[in-house]
């Protein structure tokens, strides 16, 4: 039976709709005033965590419609780990310059908890599995995402707008229990992604085992 043509269109155009979405929440977060000395909400802020929350819900409904129409396409197997790819590292970018660096007389800290070396942790991870899949699926390997990465991305879609929220109600005047809670999340996030990369890594070290065994006359 022939799908709709709008049954056929919707996911790949919820993942238009989430880049679009990512685009914007990193050019408001680009454009936030510097959070060192301010208090009370941000309302660029809001706005940047709102837009997350609505992207990383395309997110789980894009893929459940492909499946669910079998509607799955080539265009929306690239577009669709490209959005994530920008939205949650474009967002974890912003949230470790210095406009979110919140100084006081008594504190010193990023707002929302994400330093430079954290993002460099989340980048690497982002582009070995990339990689990895790449190179096996062009040799005909199965390497769709394992459960260790949809938890991850679950836990970033939580954790990370948790953070941004947290910038954009707080500014400089948060309390020591939310700066703590925020510190957990950004160092969480950070460690459970890395540790997403194991078993990609794990099943590529076996596909490379089973093609040498083939291989070997």
Not at 41 to 51: E, F, G, K, S
Not at 60 to 67: H, K, M, T
Not at 186 to 204: D, Q
Request: overall charge positive.
């Amino acid at each position: 039976m022939t799908l709709p043509r709008w049954k056929r269109q919707l996911p790949n155009t919820l993942t238009l709709a989430r880049l679009a979405m990512a685009l914007a929440l990193v050019a408001l977060l680009a454009l936030a005033p510097d959070l060192a000395g301010r208090t009370g909400v941000q309302p660029a802020l809001l706005a940047a965590t709102i837009l997350f929350v609505l992207a990383a819900a395309t997110d789980a409904l894009d893929g459940y419609l492909a499946r669910k129409w079998n509607a799955v396409s080539v265009f929306g197997r690239i577009t669709d780990p490209f959005a994530d790819k920008i939205l949650v590292l474009g967002t974890a970018v912003m949230l470790a310059t210095p406009t979110f660096r919140i100084t006081t007389d008594t504190e010193s800290a990023m707002a929302a908890g994400f330093t430079g070396w954290m993002v460099v942790f989340i980048l690497g991870r982002e582009l070995l599995v990339t990689t990895i899949r790449g190179v096996f699926e062009s040799k005909g390997v199965d390497f769709s995402a394992s459960a260790s990465g949809k938890a991850k991305m679950v836990i970033q879609s939580v954790a990370i707008p948790g953070c941004l929220l947290a910038a954009a109600v707080w500014a400089s005047d948060r309390p020591n229990w939310a700066g703590w809670a925020v510190n957990a999340a950004a160092w969480g996030t950070t460690l459970i992604t890395a540790a997403s990369a194991v078993p990609y890594i794990s099943r590529a070290a076996k596909a490379s085992t089973n093609q040498h065994t083939q291989d070997t006359p």
